[in-house]
T-cell receptor, first 113, second 113 residues
Framework: DGGITQSPKYLFRKEGQNVTLSCEQN?????MYWYRQDPGQGLRLIYY???????QKGDIAEGYSVSREKKESFPLTVTSAQKNPTAFYLC????????????FGQGTRLTVV | GQSLEQPSEVTAVEGAIVQINCTYQ??????LSWYQQHDGGAPTFLSY????GLEETGRFSSFLSRSDSYGYLLLQELQMKDSASYFC??????????????FGRGTSLIVHP
């Protein structure tokens, strides 16, 4: 079955450590996105990628980094520079940036202690 | 830039009809989408309106008025499983000419028996 997979579902890390969240899709979509979701804040865009080897900062990119070496994969690294990393992270993809429908993964809940 | 406004919470009883409103301010407009998200889960696409009027998909309908910068999601014959958060989203023409899905803060729908 085609879909978008995020792993792990829950992640705990100590303050000051970098952590990488995985996102894989087998939908053959060109565009991929990372959103952060906090209670009452909705979904805020961290990074997006239109195509392999290209990505752009979203509204809240500070303290995060991404790569897009393969079409299927768009991992997100939460660095120690991110001041408040505890959140629910959602990865999404769409056929291209102009498409109206985005498909989401099940999310990763990151807790930094 | 853009902003979307929707109520934070709506409550209704099983079998009733409920309307979730969304108003938007965008630098450009390329349609209004709606997503459903159950607690802790992935947002799923419900509907998209590019033109004025009502789009019906089963128990769910979505309406758009571009002149009023306003849309709504209408849920009929409410069921307990409809308890979820509902997000409206617009496509934001970024400085690069791309169209990134931008989400409102979400409306929590609580359905009572």
């Amino acid at each position: 079955d085609g879909g978008i997979t995020q792993s792990p579902k829950y992640l705990f890390r100590k303050e000051g450590q970098n952590v990488t969240l995985s996102c894989e899709q087998n939908l053959n979509h060109d565009a991929m996105y990372w959103y952060r979701q906090d209670p009452g804040q909705g979904l805020r865009l961290i990074y997006y990628s239109q195509i392999v080897n290209d990505f752009q900062k979203g509204d809240i990119a500070e303290g995060y980094s991404v790569s897009r070496e393969k079409k299927e994969s768009f991992p997100l690294t939460v660095t120690s520079a991110q001041k408040n990393p505890t959140a629910f992270y959602l990865c999404a993809s769409s056929i291209d940036l102009g498409n109206t429908e985005a498909f989401f993964g099940q999310g990763t809940r990151l807790t930094v202690v | 830039g853009q902003s979307l406004e929707q109520p934070s919470e709506v409550t209704a009883v099983e079998g009733a009809i409920v309307q979730i409103n969304c108003t938007y301010q965008t630098s450009g407009f390329y349609g209004l989408s709606w997503y459903q998200q159950h607690d802790g889960g992935a947002p799923t696409f419900l509907s998209y309106n590019a033109l004025d009027g009502l789009e019906e998909t089963g128990r769910f309908s979505s309406f758009l008025s571009r002149s009023d910068s306003y849309g709504y999601l209408l849920l009929q014959e409410l069921q307990m499983k409809d308890s979820a958060s509902y997000f409206c989203a617009v496509r934001d023409p970024s400085s690069g000419g791309s169209y990134i899905p931008t989400f409102g803060r979400g409306t929590s729908l609580i359905v009572h028996p």
